[in-house]
């Protein structure tokens, strides 16, 4: 999952349970919808990226790089404390939230794209709730 800065989900993927998180990092980032408001072209894609150590990798900085966004990724080896949980636990947050829909917790589908329906109902419905909160 990819969200904004205030942990609304923006695009979400489903892979196998034994393949790495990083494979779906291009993906997800190409996935975003257009962003509206400014007149003009519409932003396909954030700013910055913030990811933790698993996503450390100077192929994927690079990769990042040429869509036009700029990483901050925490480096492996290094001490804790880079500042970057303080935005990383917005995308724990819109985690936690998916982990509330029962269907989502534990996988009962045994179909790809059923489970997909599912995660996109539930987005949808986090996304309904913080628009509702917002008025």
């Not at 034994?18 to 408001?37: M, S, Y």
């Not at 400014?38 to 932003?43: A, E, F, I, Q, T």
């Not at 700013?47 to 990769?63: E, I, M, T, V």
Request: proline fraction near 6%.
């Amino acid at each position: 999952m990819i969200t904004e800065a205030h942990g609304t989900p923006l695009a979400v993927t489903h892979t196998g349970g034994n393949r790495n998180d990083v494979t779906q990092l291009i993906p997800l980032l190409q996935a975003i919808p257009p962003v509206r408001g400014r007149r003009g072209r519409p932003r396909h894609r954030p700013r910055r990226l913030y990811a933790d150590r698993g996503y450390d990798h100077d192929s994927h900085r690079r990769l990042v790089r040429a869509l036009g966004i700029t990483p901050h990724i925490a480096r492996r080896g290094q001490p804790h404390g880079s500042g970057l949980g303080v935005h990383r636990w917005v995308a724990e947050r819109a985690l936690a939230w998916l982990h509330g829909f029962r269907h989502l917790r534990i996988r009962w589908e045994r179909r790809d794209d059923i489970h997909d329906g599912f995660l996109q109902l539930a987005t949808c419905i986090i996304l309904y709730r913080r628009v509702r909160a917002l008025r």
